[in-house]
T-cell receptor
Framework: DGGITQSPKYLFRKEGQNVTLSCEQNLNHDAMYWYRQDPGQGLRLIYYSQIVNDFQKGDIAEGYSVSREKKESFPLTVTSAQKNPTAFYLC????????????FGPGTRLTVT | QKEVEQDPGPLSVPEGAIVSLNCTYSNSAFQYFMWYRQYSRKGPELLMYTYSSGNKEDGRFTAQVDKSSKYISLFIRDSQPSDSATYLCAMKGNQGGKLIFGQGTELSVKP
């Protein structure tokens, strides 16, 4: 089955710890995205990558970091500098041509206490 | 002002009702218009997309785009409890670039 996997589904961390969220896709898409979703705020773009070894900051990149060493993988690290990290995190990849549809993973719910 | 505005609801309707979900936008360069459905604690899934202006129908769902008014709509006919979800509009210009999402409208269809 083709798709996007995110792990784990739920993640709990103590304040001050870095945590890495996994995102893997086997859709052969070049572009991948990380979003954060909070109640009533829709999806906010954290980082995106249009090709291996390249990525750009989105609208709310502060306190996050990413890498894109392989086409299939786009892990997101939530650092201790992120002031309000508790949220639902969604990874997506995008088709290369119209309509440029984004396919989403199932999400990771991160809780930091 | 946000590029895309969507009434967050929540919207509650009885089973069988016609539902109208709407978004307005400010960027006239948007050409691709999409509607995603997101069930609770799941990732969004693409429901419908439209290129430029016009209507598109798929079963009980109809998507409309009015570029002159910068307004898009999703209509759900004969709504079912299984339609209960959050609906997100999204749009982008040609070529690459970011997909801009609305806030999402939470819909509840009561049996």
């Amino acid at each position: 089955d083709g798709g996007i996997t995110q792990s784990p589904k739920y993640l709990f961390r103590k304040e001050g710890q870095n945590v890495t969220l996994s995102c893997e896709q086997n859709l052969n898409h070049d572009a991948m995205y990380w979003y954060r979703q909070d109640p009533g705020q829709g999806l906010r773009l954290i980082y995106y990558s249009q090709i291996v070894n390249d990525f750009q900051k989105g609208d709310i990149a502060e306190g996050y970091s990413v890498s894109r060493e392989k086409k299939e993988s786009f892990p997101l690290t939530v650092t201790s500098a992120q002031k309000n990290p508790t949220a639902f995190y969604l990874c997506a990849s995008r088709t290369g041509g119209p309509p440029y549809e984004q396919y989403f993973g199932p999400g990771t719910r991160l809780t930091v206490t | 002002q946000k590029e895309v505005e969507q009434d967050p609801g929540p919207l509650s309707v009885p089973e069988g009702a016609i539902v109208s979900l709407n978004c307005t936008y400010s960027n006239s360069a948007f050409q691709y218009f999409m509607w995603y459905r997101q069930y609770s604690r799941k990732g969004p899934e693409l429901l419908m997309y439209t290129y430029s202006s016009g209507n598109k129908e798929d079963g009980r769902f109809t998507a409309q785009v009015d570029k002159s008014s910068k307004y898009i709509s999703l209509f759900i006919r004969d709504s079912q409890p299984s339609d209960s979800a959050t609906y997100l509009c999204a749009m982008k210009g040609n070529q690459g670039g970011k997909l801009i999402f609305g806030q999402g409208t939470e819909l509840s269809v009561k049996p």
